[in-house]
């Protein structure tokens, strides 16, 4: 950051104490981001795994019951939107997708830090990469892909040390 973090008019590099308390401050509040986010999530899952002859629902009833089967009915960490106006509920042609942001999120964190645990930015890597990412399009059931890209099941561990929620090698 040293090369383009510098003050407008001396030109002085970003100071190192400025610069850990920016690196730090990416954590702050991302428990509280990340609950609310997934509990949107699994709502979102909870509406879309009802079958199409299910009767009407008792809407606040349905969204305390789906919250605290998931073990997140917490007061204080509500989830990000309710259903009454969440897009990706009722309206919007969405269908059940809230969770692909989050799964998105994993697929990437993950994948970045295998890169990195396999030299960074090389030839070899974007080889893998393209070989079993980008070239095989959808001709491939998608977790086989990334498995035969990474050698594993992607875990949740890069993107909750990214997110400051667990310790560990960036």
Same mark, same amino acid.
């Given at each position: ?62 969204? *305390?019951?789906?919250? =605290? =089967? ?42 970045? *830090? ?32 990334? =498995? ?17 929620? =667990?310790?560990?090698?960036?």
């Amino acid at each position: 950051m040293g090369n383009y973090a510098k003050h407008y008019k001396t030109g002085e590099a970003i100071p190192a104490e400025l610069l850990a308390k920016i690196m730090k401050s990416r954590s702050f509040n991302q428990g509280y981001d990340t609950l609310e986010y997934m509990s949107s999530a699994l709502l979102d899952m909870e509406w879309h795994s009802l079958p199409a002859d299910a009767p009407l629902q008792d809407v606040q009833k349905f969204e *305390a019951e789906a919250l =605290k =089967k998931h073990g997140v009915d917490l007061a204080a960490v509500p989830p990000r939107y309710k259903s009454t106006f969440f897009a990706h509920v009722f309206s919007g042609g969405y269908s059940a997708s809230y969770y692909a942001y989050m799964w998105s999120e994993i697929l990437a964190a993950d994948a970045f *830090a295998y890169v990195q645990t396999q030299g960074g930015l090389k030839l070899e890597n974007g080889i893998n990469f393209r070989k079993n990412i980008l070239s095989i399009g959808n001709s491939k059931d998608p977790m086989e892909a990334y =498995k035969a890209f990474r050698g594993q099941e992607p875990t949740t561990d890069a993107l909750l040390i990214r997110r400051g929620l =667990k310790t560990g090698i960036n």
